[in-house]
């Protein structure tokens, strides 16, 4: 039998990353980030002086680097975790993460990884309820108000986080969108504790 999944969804601010970790620490299950998944095939590239445009080139580095998110991000065994969020990767990664190949190999990665975990897996990203687990035990849509988002991510302006949404919402390779039976939390005002318990009393309805 499989193991649970519940996966989780939403654009950038939302709080999908942080509120996805603190579950899956009080569930006792896997957390899977697959953002840092492209991140890390972006890293790489660079590090390699590959042009990311370059499709092919793209699709054969993921293909054949492992990557481990687990305890921290690397690459073939190097540890990666501290350059993932830097300018150039910041700047590059949409590109990455557009190319239908390279979104192949991770969708399968991330589809073994869940199936190798021994309680359950939380995991999050752009295309996860809709695409790689729709048939999750729990899928979760995480909201927040477009000025608490910007906040959120510090140094971003709303008309900045507004036109990321829009290029989120309207790119042709996995566009970020709610599944019909997601769970929608609206996470604004919030605290992390409260949305967990909110998502943990969902999976024991679902449950009985
Ligand atoms: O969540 P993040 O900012 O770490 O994601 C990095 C990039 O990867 C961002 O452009 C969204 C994209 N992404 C994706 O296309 N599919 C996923 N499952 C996760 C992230």
Redesign the pocket.
Known sequence: MSTPIIAIDGP?GSGKSTVARALAHALGWSFLD???M??AVTCEALARGLDVHDHEALAQLAAHIRINTLPRVSVDGRDVEDDLRSDAVNAA??VV?ANPKVRETMVGRQREFAALQEHGTVVE????TTVVFPNATLKVFLTASLEERARRRDDESEHSVARRDEADYSRSA?PLRQADDALVLDTTGRTIDDVVGEIIQCLKNTDS
Request: proline content about 0%; hydrophobic content about 35%.
């Open positions: 950038a697959t953002g840092a492209y991140r990664v949409s993460a990203g752009r295309d996860i996995s």
